[in-house]
């Protein structure tokens, strides 16, 4: 039994490592951000919930990461501010000398 055990374990290490999904890469959230600021939106990426919804046929890749904005009501809430979390969806197209970062509308 415990030799059937080394051997899984020294195939699983034998596989290649699985890629970080290309949505998830530190460059595209950095550019991710940048192109959420230009579009007056300022809140917080949470890296740990990007998905990828397509692959990269076509040479693009559809992607949606979850945002905690922070906004504030003073009427209602004073000057507290007031986090909500939006769902942005983007795309990373895949140019011949890099990659695009365009925010979905």
Same mark, same amino acid.
């Given at each position: 039994?415990?030799?059937?055990?080394?051997?899984?374990?020294?195939?699983?290490?034998?596989?290649?490592?699985?890629?970080? $999904?290309?949505?998830?890469?530190?460059?595209?959230? #950095?550019?991710?951000?940048?192109?959420?600021? +230009?579009? !007056?939106? @300022?809140?917080?990426?949470?890296? /740990?919930?990007?998905?990828?919804?397509?692959?990269?046929? !076509? !040479?693009?890749?559809?992607?949606?990461? +979850? %945002? %905690?904005?922070?906004? @504030?009501?003073?009427?209602? @809430? !004073?000057? #507290? $501010?007031?986090? /909500?979390?939006?769902? /942005?969806?983007?795309?990373?197209?895949?140019? #011949?000398?890099?990659?695009? %970062? /365009?925010?979905? +509308?």
């Amino acid at each position: 039994m415990t030799r059937h055990l080394l051997v899984l374990a020294a195939l699983s290490a034998a596989l290649p490592a699985q890629a970080e $999904p290309l949505c998830a890469l530190p460059e595209v959230l #950095r550019a991710l951000g940048t192109e959420l600021q +230009r579009h !007056g939106i @300022y809140g917080t990426l949470d890296d /740990r919930s990007v998905g990828e919804l397509t692959g990269p046929e !076509g !040479g693009t890749t559809s992607c949606a990461i +979850r %945002v %905690v904005v922070r906004g @504030y009501d003073t009427n209602t @809430y !004073g000057n #507290r $501010p007031i986090d /909500r979390i939006e769902v /942005r969806h983007y795309s990373v197209i895949h140019l #011949r000398n890099g990659l695009m %970062v /365009r925010l979905d +509308r």
